[in-house]
Every structure is written in structure tokens, then in C-alpha cells.
């Protein structure tokens, strides 16, 4: 019963900061507890998720390897339950830990079920065809993997319909200052229409003029789960296909602290909000301090012999993750 939910992270408007945020959350929460994290990509448009967390996992090797029913891809998942090719049991064996390709950033288990991009789902698509099946097979990822997140993209369409109306999922809301009216606006719809709202992460933001951003945030009642800074290493590390977090950059720790307070339950009060830009860094301190967990010092890697393997990490556990990103795809063999 202590498990959590499943994360949909979402925005009305594209270029939010959702999968960059989500990428970052998502690695920092498998090392943090040494926990397996299963990534979602449902931007079927974008494909980014499965672009930036497998990177050398190309559309050629997921249709070989979808062929020989290794794995799955999201398209092919849903489509699969709509035309009943796939029931939630079937897919669930396929997406069993070993046929789903795994990051090998330097996390415990950090997964993903990649999109091929480029995929428009008709508008003739009833949600609700699926939704029993997607409940149940999201139930059972949820007792396998410790965290489940999906990606979204920003354009409504029948998948992100179907996730926010399952069970056991939560939407976390990627709100810039911007468009910080469309999205509570939003939110406020999700909820009425019986979704749970997690939370808000405010990204791009400058210190100056936030105030009304924030009163307009705490006047809505949804908690402020994480701010994060407008900085310029987010849009290279993007670039690049790299994380920013580990950098122990004020931007790192609003990503730990997002990391923290999603998967804890935990939101921002006010004195933690103006600490956010001076010292994000004490920030984090205050919530890490009370995880135990977090005092570990070694994380867990599966050598490919599948012997367990302790490895020490160096003073700055993510410094040397952006080498790392250039995955190996390891699917059954
Ligand atoms: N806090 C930030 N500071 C600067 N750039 C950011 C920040 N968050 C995201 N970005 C950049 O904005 C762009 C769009 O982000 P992305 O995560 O792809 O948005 P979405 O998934 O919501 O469409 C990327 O280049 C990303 O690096
Ligand atoms: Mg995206």
C-alpha cells in the first residue's frame, strides 16, 4: 500500500522543460534510492525521451527487435490494445524488466519504453476502449518498478487522455512563468474531472518579478513542488544529450529537490521558495537530511554477467554521467 503512483509529467505548451526535467528526475531517483525507474516515453511526436535516454537506440533496431516480440514500443503498445492484438497480460510479459532497454547511466535501473516518433494517433480513438487494460498493466508495472513516469507531449491527444484518467496516476504540471495561467487553468479542469494533481514545477524562472507567479501558484492550492532557475546549462546539456544533474549548480539541486519532493510526497514552503535561488543547495540539505537512504554512499550496478556489482562513486556521483549517455541497448538476447 506504500506504493506510489505513476507520474504523467505534462504542459499545455510545448518546450515546458517536461522531458529535460523528467530525464534529470528520473536518473537522480534511481541513484538516489537505488530504486528502478521506469521512463514512459508518450511523446510520440518528439520521440525526445527516448532520444535523450537512449541515444544510440535507433527506429531500425526497436522494429527488429518489436518483430522477434522482444519489446515494445509506446505506439505499438497502444495500437496493439485498441486492434486487440496485445491484452494488458500480454504486453506486461513482454515489458517484463529484460525486454525493455535500459539506460546505462550509472543508476541502479533506470528503463525505458521507447517511442518511434512521428506517430499521430487518430482522432477516432475512444480512451476509454483501453482503459481497463492500461489500468491493469499499469498496475502491474507499478509492483515491479519502484517509480514509473511518463513523458507527455503537449498536444492533447488520446494517450495523455488515457493516462490522466487511469488509476493510480498523478499529474505533475510543468509550468513556466508564461503560460502559468493556461496551465492552473488546466489543472484546475484535470482535477474537476476527478485526475490527481501532484504538483507544480515552476521552470525558467528568474528571481525577479516572482512573486505574482507564486501567489497566483499558492492561491490555487496545488502544491509547488520544485523551482527551477532559467540557466543556460540545461539548453547544452540538452544539446548534447547529457544531464545537468550532478553539476552542483543551483539548477542540479532544484532537480534533486523536485526528485525528493515528488516521490516523498513533499512541497516548498515559503522560507525554502526564496532559499531556491541563493542556495538551492541548502534546500536539498534540509529535505536529504531526513532520508535515510540518501546517506548511502555506493550505488549498484548489474555487470552484463548479471553478477552484482558494488561500485564507489567518485566525490561528484554525476560527473561523469554525460560519458556515460551514450547507452547500450541491452534487450534479450
Ligand atoms: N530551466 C531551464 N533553463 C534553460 N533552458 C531550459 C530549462 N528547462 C528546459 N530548458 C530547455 O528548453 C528546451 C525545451 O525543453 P523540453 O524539455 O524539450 O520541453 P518539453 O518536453 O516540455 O517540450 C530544451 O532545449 C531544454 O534544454
Ligand atoms: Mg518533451
Known amino acids: 500500500m506504500n506504493k506510489n503512483n505513476s507520474l504523467i509529467f505534462s504542459s499545455e505548451k510545448g518546450g515546458a522543460g517536461k522531458t529535460a526535467i523528467l530525464g534529470n528526475v528520473a536518473a537522480f531517483t534511481s541513484y538516489r534510492d537505488d530504486s528502478t525507474v521506469l521512463v514512459v516515453d508518450g511523446d510520440v511526436t518528439n520521440q525526445s525521451t527516448t532520444k535523450q535516454l537512449l541515444p544510440s537506440l535507433k527506429n531500425d533496431k526497436i522494429n527488429e527487435l518489436e518483430q522477434k516480440g522482444m519489446f515494445l514500443s509506446t505506439e505499438k503498445l497502444l495500437m496493439g490494445l485498441f486492434d486487440e492484438t496485445l491484452s494488458a497480460e500480454s504486453a506486461f510479459s513482454r515489458l517484463s524488466q529484460k525486454a525493455i532497454p535500459r539506460s546505462s547511466l550509472p543508476v541502479q535501473s533506470l528503463f525505458v519504453l521507447p517511442s518511434k516518433g512521428r506517430t499521430r494517433f487518430g482522432h477516432n480513438l475512444n480512451p476509454n476502449a483501453i482503459l481497463e487494460p492500461m489500468n491493469k498493466l499499469?498496475?502491474?508495472?507499478?509492483?515491479?518498478?519502484?517509480?514509473?513516469?511518463?513523458?507527455?507531449?503537449?498536444?492533447?491527444?488520446?494517450?495523455?487522455?488515457?493516462?490522466?484518467?487511469?488509476?493510480?496516476?498523478?499529474?505533475?504540471?510543468?509550468?513556466?512563468?508564461?503560460?502559468?495561467?493556461?496551465?492552473?487553468?488546466?489543472?484546475?479542469?484535470?482535477?474537476?474531472?476527478?485526475a490527481i494533481v501532484r504538483g507544480i514545477i515552476l521552470n525558467n524562472v528568474f528571481e525577479e518579478n516572482i512573486s505574482e507567479q507564486l501567489?497566483?501558484?499558492?492561491?490555487?492550492?496545488?502544491?509547488?513542488?520544485?523551482?527551477?532557475?532559467?540557466?543556460?546549462?540545461?539548453?547544452?546539456?540538452?544539446?548534447?544529450?547529457?544531464?545537468?544533474?550532478?553539476?552542483?549548480?543551483?539548477?542540479?539541486?532544484?532537480?534533486?529537490?523536485?526528485?525528493?519532493?515528488?516521490?516523498?510526497?513533499?512541497?516548498?514552503?515559503?522560507?525554502?521558495?526564496?532559499?531556491?535561488?541563493?542556495?538551492?543547495?541548502?534546500?536539498?540539505?534540509?529535505?536529504?537530511?531526513?532520508?535515510?537512504?540518501?546517506?548511502?554512499?555506493?550505488?549498484?550496478?548489474?555487470?552484463?554477467?548479471?553478477?552484482?556489482?558494488?561500485?564507489?562513486?567518485?566525490?561528484?556521483?554525476?560527473?561523469?554521467?554525460?560519458?556515460?549517455?551514450?547507452?547500450?541497448?541491452?534487450?534479450?538476447?
Open 215 to 333: 501567489t497566483k501558484i499558492y492561491d490555487s492550492g496545488f502544491p509547488l513542488i520544485s523551482l527551477i532557475p532559467f540557466d543556460m546549462q540545461m539548453i547544452l546539456a540538452t544539446h548534447r544529450r547529457a544531464l545537468v544533474v550532478g553539476d552542483g549548480s543551483n539548477v542540479d539541486y532544484a532537480l534533486r529537490v523536485a526528485s525528493l519532493n515528488l516521490t516523498q510526497q513533499r512541497k516548498l514552503d515559503e522560507k525554502q521558495i526564496k532559499a531556491m535561488f541563493s542556495n538551492a543547495e541548502s534546500v536539498y540539505d534540509t529535505f536529504a537530511s531526513s532520508t535515510l537512504e540518501l546517506k548511502r554512499k555506493q550505488i549498484t550496478s548489474n555487470s552484463s554477467n548479471g553478477d552484482e556489482k558494488k561500485t564507489t562513486l567518485p566525490g561528484n556521483p554525476f560527473s561523469f554521467i554525460s560519458k556515460l549517455m551514450n547507452t547500450k541497448v541491452s534487450g534479450r538476447t
Open 138 to 194: 499499469n498496475g502491474a508495472l507499478l509492483d515491479v518498478f519502484d517509480h514509473l513516469f511518463y513523458d507527455t507531449e503537449a498536444t492533447s491527444n488520446v494517450l495523455k487522455e488515457i493516462l490522466v484518467a487511469m488509476d493510480s496516476t498523478e499529474l505533475v504540471s510543468i509550468v513556466t512563468p508564461e503560460n502559468l495561467d493556461v496551465e492552473m487553468d488546466m489543472l484546475a479542469k484535470y482535477e474537476n474531472d476527478s
